[in-house]
């Protein structure tokens, strides 16, 4: 089950929204993608958004992404 959460300007970015519920900030490009999120930056919000989680199994392999080439 996806957990959907409200972020604001105060949560600052995806990476500290991920060190807080995903435990990792290294995760945050999952958030990311799966919200169409292209900027963590979210200091510039004027309005609560809301945010779908990844499962917790999906936040087992930690870091960026591999590019395939």
Same mark, same amino acid.
């Given at each position: ?18 060190? $807080?519920?995903?435990?990792? &900030?290294t995760?945050?490009? $999952?958030?990311?993608?799966?919200n169409?999120? %292209?900027?963590?930056?979210? %200091? $510039? ?6 945010? &779908? #989680?990844? %499962?917790?199994?999906?936040? #087992?392999? &930690?870091? #960026? ?5």
């Amino acid at each position: 089950m996806t957990m959907i959460i409200q972020v604001t300007a105060a949560d600052i970015s995806l990476f500290h929204v991920a060190a $807080r519920y995903l435990g990792d &900030a290294t995760q945050w490009w $999952r958030i990311s993608q799966l919200n169409g999120i %292209s900027d963590p930056d979210l %200091s $510039r919000l004027t309005s609560p958004i809301s945010v &779908a #989680l990844p %499962s917790q199994s999906a936040t #087992l392999t &930690a870091g #960026l992404p591999e590019l395939v080439a």
